[in-house]
């Protein structure tokens, strides 16, 4: 029976909208472990890294080389102990589900997914996250934790967010509706596997969530797959903070972590962008526990 650890990673360094450090907690009021052990699985609560409040660090107190990133040292900090969690974690033969935090968390979870095997990803988010610290509009490192773990731009021979498992070839992103003039040139140019919310209008979610899972696990060991909430319609998901109109639904969105399940390739997971101060009755975190049974396995029948 598969074991899944539950390691919360409760930080807002990525992000300027604070809440964002309590969905940890929320996602596991929302009965996670529950919805986990219904699917069939064995559940372990790891507990969460100790993360300093982002009110007691001065966002602006980086390196030189970190242009406009914020909280970069604090980012990178979480992302190298984080990495060691998911990295022992999968040595003990568990699956890790990571729950954020904002995704700047992504970078820590990819490095310890990759540290001992070659692997793929697949995006479920209504953005890029492929900006650096010289495209960045914002300076919120959540925006970025693709291009970090690709080692692009200045995250280039960056040791703590680099994963030289992983490639742009295995990488496929979903249901994308807000990128960046950057990242459209970058998605181009680096022949990322991309696909917009008009190709799931086009196509429908099962064909795009296939092709998605058979790009990111081509010639690899595993995949990761990373959930950010703000991947729905904020109709379904209204506690994220950067909310795009045009997202997937509620019943797509189970149909996509049901293949994520059938197709047997999922290594390691995480929940991110769960905002309990902007949701109604904690709607978002529920969504997510009840998305993340979906991928571990628990239908109807």
């Not at 997971?269 to 109604?280: A, F, G, I, K």
């Amino acid at each position: 029976m598969t074991t899944v650890r539950i390691i919360g990673a409760p930080t807002d360094y990525g992000t300027n909208r604070r809440g964002v450090d309590m969905g940890p907690s929320a996602i596991r009021y929302g009965g996670l472990a529950d919805e986990l052990i219904d699917a069939g699985v064995d559940v372990v609560d790891a507990g969460d890294l100790a993360v300093p409040r982002a009110e007691e660090r001065d966002p602006d107190a980086e390196p030189p080389s970190a242009g406009d990133a914020k909280f970069l040292r604090e980012t990178a900090d979480v992302c190298r102990r984080l990495g060691d969690r998911v990295a022992e974690t999968l040595a003990d033969g568990e699956t890790p589900l990571m729950l954020g935090g904002d995704h700047s968390i992504a970078i820590g979870s990819l490095v310890g997914s990759g540290r001992d095997a070659e692997i793929g990803a697949v995006w479920f988010d209504a953005h890029a996250d492929l900006n650096t610290p010289s495209t960045t509009p914002s300076g919120n490192v959540h925006g970025m934790p693709l291009a970090a773990a690709l080692g692009i731009g200045e995250f280039a021979d960056t040791e703590w967010a680099n994963v030289p498992s992983l490639s742009a070839e295995n990488v496929a992103l979903v249901g994308l509706r807000s990128v960046d003039e950057g990242e459209v040139d970058l998605i181009r140019e680096r022949g990322f596997t991309a696909y917009t919310m008009s190709d799931i209008d086009e196509r429908g979610i099962t064909d795009v969530t296939e092709e998605a899972m058979d790009v990111a696990s081509a010639d690899v060991d595993g995949v990761h797959v990373s959930l950010d909430l703000d991947w729905l319609d904020p109709n379904e998901a209204p506690g994220v903070g950067t909310p795009v109109r045009g997202g997937v639904t509620y019943r797509e969105a189970h149909t996509a972590m049901e293949i994520v399940y059938e197709s047997e390739d999922l290594r390691t997971m995480e929940l991110v962008e769960v905002n309990p101060t902007l949701d109604q009755h904690n709607e978002t975190a529920e969504l997510a526990t009840e998305l993340a049974a979906s991928a571990f396995g628990k239908r109807v029948l």
